[in-house]
């Protein structure tokens, strides 16, 4: 039997797939650091990330966010890292698998590149072998180690459970004396303290929601769409090298501005109504996470202006409060006291935000606020019966002495938001 692949499929693989599987937007040094940081914290404990699995034709491969953080590899399901530091083998210390490859899989969805020198330079791991591999691989490591380190967010209970503690429970009933010990909070907790590098890439997923909110602005009006407002935001992030929403864009006039996850974004806007547009793009694999209520006429009813500035101080005010040791549960009580003196306690049923990265609720690490991290403030008041949701968000950085707001430069006050509309409708 000839197991020699054709050569115009080794053609292919070798030259199409290593950009679209890999991050570019950060350099191979910042994965390695980050992956070197992780097998310093395990000391002796073996630990191990997956991708995950899936990816259709109708659902898009989401990997596993800290996989993403360690390795900048994104299409490659089924993929793991195992970190197994005392490995005698330097080299072998930080391993990535990758699925084994399937000709006739990759004529459907994509080609894949082989292991060689580009690949291991390309991903910047000296070692890459195939998950046929991985099981004897994570055996010999726990039978030296004899500690297993779980890296993953714990399920809830009515789910399964988190994939590295399902393979270790299994390693551990075949391998005398093996320990499981929770170490979830590191990733998290490295994810959360953002590089120069991760910031640019927030900044500027910031700067691309900017210039989609004005597109939006350019041709809001009575009568016009929801539908047309979304396709303008994508239209003018898009314009500035976003690769596509952070999340799915909330785009709701009248009552539904009320609606927290509304995503049919199909209703006609009409005069007198507010409308909230909790809307943002990723680039480089950084979200951002902005919202903005805006009057569909550009003039706040007083009604209106007056729930928009109880939010807004309560936004101001809960800003004030970020600095490095707050709680997000103090910065929200800094925005609930104002809303609840002036009587909208109730209408504002959900928190004060979260922290900001590869994903746009990204991973939360144990403890208080500290520099370096992103976290989003959206307080909010939704009075159904008046047809009235409001909701500011910004984006803020954590800074040693306090913090500052990334997304300053999207207008807010009310005066500034009439005369953006003004300004900037065609
Ligand atoms: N865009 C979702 C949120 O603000 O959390
Ligand atoms: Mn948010
Ligand atoms: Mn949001």
Redesign the pocket.
Known sequence: MNLTPPAEYVRRSKAVTIPAMMDTSLRPTEYASRRARVLRALKRGVGIVFAGEGGSLHDRFRPDSSFVYLTGIRDEPGAAVLFDPTNPDPLRRCVLFLKPRNPEMEAWDGFRPPIDAALRKATGFTRIFRTLALPGFLTDALRRSKQACCLHKFAVYDAPASPDLAVFRRVAERVPGVGIVDMSNLLPSLRAVKSSAEQLLIRKAIDATHEGHRSLLAILRPGVNERDLHRALETGWNRKGASGPA?NP?VGGGVNSTVLHYHANDQELHDGDILCV???ATLGGYAA???RTYPVSGKFSREQRRIYNIVLEAQLAAIQAVRPGAYLHQVDAAARAVIEKAGFGDAYIHGIGHHLGLD?HDATPDGPLRPGNVV?I?PGIYLQNEKIGV?I?DDILVTPSGRRNLSAAIPKAADEVEALIRSLRR
Do not use: C, G, K, P
Request: charged share 40%; proline share 0%; glycine share 0%.
């Open positions: 999340y909330i909790d809307a943002a996470d902005i919202t746009v989003t959206e909701r968000e």
